[in-house]
């Protein structure tokens, strides 16, 4: 991650939330900037959400957090970052979440290519 030039974070939702394991990574990261606050100053950082039905902003909201809190940039997409689907490979399916997905990996190309000039 500190080598990175954008980071991509995603997490199933589970009872309105990230997966443990993403909380888990989150909270260790967050712990390990604190002692050298700018690690992740000005890096693109971009969450994507999986859901079955609803309940996906909090955890969308959750993972922004933390590159907000780390003064990273976050592009935008043409919707949320959310797909919807049940089992493995739904989210396939789902037609706008994968072309907002596509939309929302252009954006992330732009803008580190911007970054970097």
Do not use: C, H
């Amino acid at each position: 991650m500190v080598k990175a030039d954008g980071i991509l974070l995603g997490s199933p939702t589970y009872f309105s939330m990230m997966s443990p394991e993403m909380k888990a990574l989150i909270d260790r990261a967050g712990f390990v900037v604190r002692a050298q606050p700018d690690t992740f100053k000005f890096k693109v950082g971009a969450a994507v959400v999986a859901v079955r039905r609803a309940g996906g902003m909090p955890t969308f909201n959750a993972i922004n957090n933390f590159f907000l809190i780390n003064q990273m940039i976050i592009p935008g997409s043409s919707y949320w970052n959310i797909g919807v689907g049940r089992n493995k490979g739904d989210v396939e399916a789902d037609e706008e979440g994968m072309k907002t997905m596509e939309d929302l990996g252009r954006n992330i190309a732009w803008l580190i290519k911007k970054i970097k000039k």
